[in-house]
């Protein structure tokens, strides 16, 4: 059981962090800290806290393999649609002669919208999951939420070499992703 949970989660993470990008943004030198980067926010990043850090009872156990065994077939399949997208935009970029943003535009439209159904997907299995939660789990949810926030801005912090503090910069306010 918890290696398919695992790999759900590690799927829903995914489905976050790509569905941040949008078109033909800029996508190289990606790290954990900056936008579009490992860490992001989404409903794949709070499976995970729901799932390992709420205290979930055996009865809600049994309820969220139910829902993932409901959705399990769906992800692989767009995961798969996804990646050979993102192989056709990789052979459009290699193709001979000019490559322009016009010839771009249909591939580009269904990488999105391969990304938006992942990510619709993640979100009704995160409803689906939350609609089982007690009010005090959902409070615990939101508490490692939090936490993980502070980390992050800590984290962030560090990476720019500032010693200011947990998420704080030269110019003095807190960094936060999420206002």
């Not at 290696?3 to 759900?8: L, R, S, V």
């Not at 829903?12 to 900056?34: K, N, Y």
């Not at 936008?35 to 729901?50: F, H, N, V």
Request: aromatic share 4%; charged share 20%.
């Amino acid at each position: 059981m918890h290696k398919w949970i695992q790999t759900i989660m590690l799927g829903l993470v995914v489905v976050s962090v790509a569905s941040t990008a949008v078109g033909a943004e800029r996508r190289f030198g990606m790290s954990m800290t900056e936008p579009g980067g490992a860490i992001e926010d989404g409903p794949g990043m709070l499976l995970p806290l729901l799932l390992r850090g709420v205290g979930l009872t055996a009865d809600q156990k049994v309820q969220v393999r139910a829902i993932m065994d409901t959705h399990r077939a769906i992800f692989p399949e767009l995961f798969k649609q996804l990646r050979d997208a993102h192989k056709a935009l990789a052979m459009q970029f290699l193709a001979a002669g000019d490559v322009k943003v016009e010839d771009l535009a249909p591939q580009l439209q269904h990488i999105n919208q391969l990304r938006a159904q992942l990510l619709r997907e993640g979100t009704q299995v995160m409803l689906e999951i939350r609609q089982g939660l007690k009010p005090e789990q959902l409070a615990k949810a939101a508490q490692l939420k939090a936490r993980m926030q502070a980390l992050y801005d800590e984290m962030h912090s560090l990476m720019r070499g500032n010693n200011l503090g947990a998420g704080q910069d030269d110019n003095g306010p807190a960094l936060s992703r999420n206002p």
